[in-house]
């Protein structure tokens, strides 16, 4: 469940949490030790340097850029778009600089208080800081070097005294000084900041009239001079003083300690955060709000405030998400004993925000799309999203805000851990395999193509240009599945010992995922062995597993071989540690009893407690190893990665029936739907072969057959059947294939949704009717469950273009009380290009036009189609009144939603191509963390066949090449060329 929320169904090109990237190639390794990438932009070259830059630009542009950039045409434009730049006196800024892990030092100081006092205005913003600073060894004066950005600098004073121009040095990212005093000092400094035209939403900026903050990761550097990172942790209080009509609620993090009026009418409010804090948890709101109230009372008798802020219209849309935050509160003191410390609980929603939500400490701010619901105008996806995000980011006040992050690389000590904590409280709130489902689908989808590209990067990267770029999949999803793994080594109890010692060892401190491991290992003695290299090595291991059994001997066998494929920067690997849950099936399909397992020329016992055992956890660790079975009567089918307990790709020698007996009977139920989607991409990858032979397309009927069953079979949870008979995504597939190619990929997945809709006919009718409520909507599992499989139904059904179904389907459209089934029913309109299509567009967006959460679906829904040529539309809604380049979520609805439609975003015309290439030119003007993500669609172009390759290769030069290229694009663009 994201953070970074903005996923597409069935999307292959554009990634759920936004952006990834690290390679450690040739070029860009050229910028070890400080020297840089130079940059094709005027903002990058200083004034004093204009001579030497230009040379400098070309000669590095040359020797550092990739073969692939080192293509003559883009380098002559890039060293022409350098030469004819006018140079700004203002622009002194430095070129993109690589940050390496190894190269983390201590901090020569430290910041004990931070008083900061804001003065909001229409023009300008004051910023004062007050921050008590001691050096890390007592008497020794080293140089203090503060971050800052887009700052006008206003004074400067140490102890009292205003600093002189040559006490300090003043660049475009830095403010040094160079001799501070030895001891304990007060620094204190005023800046000038013009949030009004903060278009890039990080930093201090204003949403819709009102001013908010975004500081992770590197934000606050543009609010003020600030050691901005994550290991120094002060205290802080916020004074704020603003206009009071116009923003009558002021917010900071902590406690209300005073408030009052002033002169001119105004006001101000003072705010203190008693817990110490990185700056990137600091957070302001100002604004006209209006907040809903409830309270929490812990465990332990303290009664906390829950506020949540909306603008006044929007409140009544925030029941769940208050239902949410005091389920999510209630969760974590049950299962992790983990209470909340402070008074008072705010969240604030805002419309214009980069990713999903921020966890600032007692201040989370969220994307209003991850708070806002109703019935009418949120679908259940929705709700579980807010669900599990407002979960995650309360979750962080202990994991990430407690115990924080050394330094950026160590993101996923936070990170993954929260996402695992939220996961496994939404499974406890719905159905576990359903969610398991769900969360592996994603790191399918989304995860593995990227641990396969030219953006492949360990848990823990090694090296960084833009930390905004790192906030990806394989931190978040595959960090969590790491902390999942020391769950399913040690157990319930022994994973929760290892998170008590954690808090234990380290509340109040910056940390790194080492000492996570510690505390896990120490906590259970356990062995670890190597396991840490889950952090330190990037690709997705391949496990291969074959079988034999011994009837004589009553053994079974199980060989497994593993490879971790090379990535940018990481030609050989070591093997890992694969935790691999297996059980036996009989021919009846019950579980054996396991009793005692062969391993390493030792027998060990495994029901160690005298009760049967069903799963058992085998340690993969080398990499050919062989585990035996004994005590086994009969040829078992294998249920090997139970639960999903590593994130590998898995090859074993199960038969098709195999797998549909594992369809039929695992009681492991991942496992179950694991044995259909296996089943599912073996016959797709045969389809698309014959597709590409130009062959006929047969769908084996065994696979109807085994479709049919589950529809059918009522003692099913309808969730689940709805998820086992939907087909693997297209970008799934193509992930498979050596040469990745949409339109075969598309013609099969349409072709065997056709082919069983036209078989199953009449059980997809009866799958609508009986499953239709007239009930209000309720958020359960049952009910969704039944919405899931009406939904997926009639999706089938739809497919058919058949005008009986339409005239179903806009009756559903029609009927239904709530936006899950009035928005499914059009998505299953709108599959089919013609007036129906058009008219159901039309009056949904007429019904809707003020909602602009609903508006976002209805473009998302328009920008995914398959239906050719989509491009011209999708440039037509860019016109549309409703769109605005400067609001995030309109541009991952309608260009990232255009991005996932495997036939339009990788048309053979290259006009996808195209398009994406000119819109990220543009919004990296405005929003470079957007344009970023939206730049990362084409970062597995070498996937494709020549032509595309070809296609999407020009793009990137051409965005290279633009000027005034931001760090976060060019870090992507870049990589993306040079892997
Ligand atoms: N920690 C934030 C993400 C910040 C992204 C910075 N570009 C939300 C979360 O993961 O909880
Ligand atoms: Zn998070």
Redesign the pocket.
């Known amino acids: 469940m994201a953070?970074?929320v903005f996923s597409y169904k069935g999307c292959s090109g554009f990634p759920k949490t936004g952006l990834w990237g690290l390679i450690s190639s040739a070029p860009l390794k050229a910028t070890r030790g400080g020297s840089a990438l130079t940059y094709p932009t005027k903002n990058f070259i200083s004034t004093q340097r204009i001579i030497t830059s230009k040379v400098a630009c070309r000669r590095s542009s040359l020797s550092l850029l990739s073969p692939a950039v080192r293509d003559k045409q883009a380098i002559r434009r890039l060293i022409c778009s350098v030469a004819t730049q006018p140079i700004s006196t203002e622009a002194k800024m430095e070129a993109p600089k690589e940050i390496f892990l190894k190269d983390y030092k201590m901090p020569e100081y430290y910041f004990d208080k931070v008083d900061l006092n804001f003065s909001l205005g229409e023009e300008k913003t004051f910023v004062s800081s007050k921050i008590v600073v001691y050096p890390r060894i007592e008497g020794v004066s080293s140089p203090l070097v503060l971050d800052g950005h887009d700052l006008k600098l206003v004074t400067i004073k140490v102890n009292g005294e205003e600093l002189k121009k040559e006490d300090y040095n003043l660049d475009s990212r830095h403010l040094t000084l160079s001799s501070p005093p030895s001891g304990t000092f007060t620094l204190e400094i005023v800046t000038e900041i013009y949030p009004q035209k903060n278009t890039s939403l990080e930093g201090l900026y204003k949403s819709s009239g009102n001013f908010c903050t975004q500081c992770?990761?590197e934000g606050f550097r543009k609010i003020t001079f600030y050691q901005d990172r994550p290991d120094i942790m002060a205290k802080y209080s916020v004074r704020i003083e603003a206009d009071k009509s116009l923003y009558p609620v002021l917010l900071s993090n902590g406690n209300l300690i005073e408030q009052g009026e002033l002169e001119g009418g105004k006001h101000y409010v003072l705010w203190e955060d008693p817990f110490k804090k990185p700056c990137y948890l600091f957070a302001l709101v100002a604004g006209q709000l209006e907040s809903r109230d409830d309270k929490f009372v812990t465990r332990s008798g303290r009664e906390v405030a829950l506020r949540i802020w909306t603008p006044a219209q929007d409140l009544p849309k925030t029941v769940h998400a208050m239902y949410s935050l005091k389920a999510a509160m209630k969760w974590d003191e049950d299962v992790f004993g983990l209470e909340y410390d402070l008074d008072l609980f705010n969240i604030v929603a805002v419309p214009d925000f980069?990713?999903?939500?921020?966890?600032n400490k007692s201040l989370n701010i969220f994307n209003s799309k991850l708070v806002l619901a109703s019935p009418e105008t949120a679908s259940d996806a929705d709700y579980a999203a807010i669900l599990g995000v407002i979960g995650?980011?309360y979750f962080?006040n202990w994991t990430g805000n407690r115990v924080t992050c050394r330094d950026w690389f160590q993101l996923s000590l936070k990170?993954g851990l929260?996402v695992f904590r939220d996961q496994e409280f939404s499974s406890d709130m719905g159905s576990r395999p359903v969610k398991r489902i769900d969360d592996v689908s994603r790191l399918r989808n989304y995860q593995f193509p990227q641990d396969a590209g030219p953006m492949a990067h360990p848990v823990r990267p090694h090296s960084y240009i833009k930390m905004?770029n790192f906030?990806t999949v394989t931190v978040?999803e595959k960090g969590a599945e790491v902390v999942r793994m020391y769950k399913t080594l040690l157990g319930s109890q022994g994973f929760r010992k290892g998170m008590d010692l954690y808090f234990k060892r380290h509340d109040g401190q910056a940390v790194t995922c080492e000492e996570f491991f510690a505390a896990m290992r120490d906590a259970n003695e356990a062995n670890f062995h190597n396991f840490l290299l889950w952090y330190s090595q990037a690709g997705t291991p391949s496990v291969k597993v074959t079988s034999s059994f011994n009837a004589e001997a009553k053994t079974y066998s199980l060989k497994f071989s593993q490879e971790v494929p090379p990535t940018p920067g990481q030609q050989v690997k070591e093997p890992m540690f694969i935790p691999v849950a297996v059980g036996l099936l009989d021919s009846n399909g019950n579980d054996i009893p396991l009793t005692s397992l062969y391993h390493d020329g030792m027998l060990e016992s495994i029901s160690a407690s005298g009760q049967p055992v069903h799963t058992v956890v085998l340690q993969v660790k080398k990499k050919e190893e062989e585990f035996v079975f004994s005590n086994i009567s009969e040829r078992p089918i294998p249920s090997i990665l139970r639960g999903y307990s590593a994130p590998i790709r898995l090859e074993s020698d199960l038969t098709d029936s195999d797998l549909l007996f594992l369809l039929a009977h695992d009681s492991d139920e991942f496992n179950r739907w694991e044995a259909g989607q296996v089943l599912a991409r073996k016959i797709m990858l045969n389809l698309v072969a014959d597709f590409q032979q130009s062959k006929p397309l047969i769908l084996d009927a065994k696979f109807v057959d085994g479709i049919k069953s589950m529809l059918c079979d009522p003692s099913l949870d309808k969730e689940f059947i709805a998820k086992a008979i939907t087909l693997p995504g297209a970008g799934e597939i193509m992930d498979m294939m050596e040469v990745a190619d949409p339109d075969a990929v598309h013609a099969v997945r349409s072709f065997i949704r056709k082919h069983l809709a036209s078989e199953l006919k009449a059980e997809f009718l009866s799958t609508v009717e009986s499953n239709r409520s007239t009930e209000p909507y309720v958020f359960n599992h049952n009910n969704m469950s039944r919405r899931a499989l009406k939904n997926t139904a009639l999706a089938y059904l739809a497919s058919l273009d058949d005008p009986e179904i339409t005239s179903l389907a806009l009756h559903e459209y029609k009927s239904a009380t709530n936006m899950t089934e009035q928005f499914a029913a059009m998505a299953a309109i709108a599959q089919n290009p013609g007036k129906a299509r058009d008219d159901v567009l039309a009056d949904f967006y007429s019904k809707w036009e003020n909602d602009y959460l609903v508006v976002n679906k209805w473009f998302a829904l328009q920008a995914f189609s398959d239906i050719p040529g989509n491009v011209e539309n999708v440039k037509k809604l860019l016109n549309h009144p409703a769109f605005d380049m400067h609001n995030p979520n309109k541009v991952y609805s309608l260009i990232g939603g255009f991005c996932g439609s495997p036939v339009n975003f990788h048309a053979k015309d290259g006009s996808g191509y195209r398009f994406l290439g000119e819109i990220v030119v543009q919004l990296d003007k405005i929003n470079p963390?957007v344009a970023s993500r939206m730049v990362s669609a084409f970062s597995r172009w070498r996937r494709y066949d020549a032509t595309r390759q070809a296609a999407a290769k020009e793009q990137l030069e051409m965005i290279m090449a633009a000027n005034g290229l931001s760090e976060n694009v060019f870090e992507i663009a870049s990589k993306s060329l040079a892997a």
Do not use: F, I, K, V
């Not at 980069?354 to 966890?359: F, Q, V």
């Open positions: 953070r970074l992770e990761a980069n990713m999903g939500a921020m966890e995650h980011e962080h990170e929260t905004d906030y978040y963390q």
